[in-house]
């Protein structure tokens, strides 16, 4: 059986080497243990090990697992920190670095575009590049750009754009909007993450972005984030009058429009989603290489779920929304 795994983080080294000659943020550092620091913010910092930026060793993990392709999505912690210029040359050198990797190992990888949402023409022309020069599959979103939400309307002319070209958003955690309470116990990772995925996507929701663009597609990685299970006690709650004109029924409607992917490794939660979504709304997905990728495929293989669920979240959703058939 083919397996598309929709969620792999891979960013070119040029990138870190331009980051090394920074003196502000954002910018990179070597880590005693031959890592390296990327420091993105007042207490905000990621350890960048090989695997982000080297992908020999993956391939022969994919080889070994039979992952038959794998959708990079650079992680560019800190890049709205830039101006737009600057913004602008580090998201193209990133994507270059991307579609030179899918050309090199062709049918293994493909991957998503990372865009300088700080300034709006500056995101639109790279949009524009990245699909259609360089073919890259969709594009990756931060849950917010340094603490501007995602449903501002400055960036809904991106929205717009993306919505023509058919392609989906790949929304992912960065530095949660509110950190408070999660420092003392490094509950940053584990809730911070999954709390601003989930907030970024209910603003979405709730601004009426997808009553506008009925044809834009997101991603919800970490298995929905919070949502799949609190979307019906969202549905009871009172719509606020400012949302009551932007969009015409429940939340969870809307909410059926998005995907998620796997990265969970919880079995009773990929079963509820299954149930809930239905498997035409779930990708695979290992969050490579932060998570292996063994344990990401032996979570969904080991499911109670059909050959047929299993044969569309393993590689038949990501081949219609991504296009790859």
Not at 32 to 55: P, Q, W
Not at 309 to 316: N, P
Request: aromatic letters at 10%; one cysteine or more.
């Amino acid at each position: 059986m083919k397996i598309i795994d929709v969620h792999a983080h891979y960013c070119p080294r040029e990138y870190y080497a331009k980051l090394e000659s920074r003196d502000v943020i954002p910018y990179v550092r070597p880590a005693k243990d031959g890592a390296l620091d990327l420091r993105y913010g007042r207490g905000k910092s990621s350890r960048i090990r090989e695997g982000m930026f080297s992908l020999s060793r993956r391939l022969e993990e994919m080889d070994e697992k039979g992952i038959t392709v794998q959708v990079l999505s650079p992680l560019l912690h800190g890049v709205h920190r830039t101006d737009a210029k600057t913004g602008l040359e580090l998201c193209r050198l990133v994507n270059d670095g991307v579609a030179e990797v899918i050309q090199k190992h062709k049918g293994r990888f493909e991957g998503f575009a990372v865009l300088p949402l700080q300034g709006v023409n500056e995101a639109l022309e790279e949009l524009e590049r990245s699909i259609k020069d360089l073919e890259l599959k969709g594009i990756i979103f931060l849950s917010n750009v340094e603490g501007r939400f995602l449903d501002e309307r400055r960036f809904w002319p991106i929205y717009e754009a993306i919505s023509s070209l058919g392609v989906p958003i790949f929304l992912h955690p960065t530095y949660p909007v509110n950190d408070k309470g999660m420092q003392d116990y490094a509950l940053i990772s584990p809730l911070g993450f999954l709390y601003d995925t989930t907030l970024a996507m209910l603003r979405i929701i709730f601004s009426g972005l997808l009553e506008e663009y009925r044809d834009l597609k997101f991603i919800l990685p970490h298995l929905g984030s919070v949502l799949p299970y609190i979307i019906a006690r969202i549905d009871r709650e009172p719509v606020s009058t400012r949302s009551k004109r932007k969009i015409q029924h429940p939340p969870s409607e809307y909410f059926n429009l998005v995907y998620v992917d796997t990265v969970s490794l919880h079995k009773p939660a990929l079963l509820m989603a299954n149930r809930y979504l239905g498997s035409g709304r779930i990708l695979f997905g290992c969050d490579c290489p932060f998570w292996g990728i063994g344990e990401g495929l032996e979570s969904v293989r080991d499911l109670d779920i059909s050959a047929e669920d299993k044969e569309s979240i393993f590689f038949k959703n990501a081949e219609a929304l991504l296009r790859l058939a």
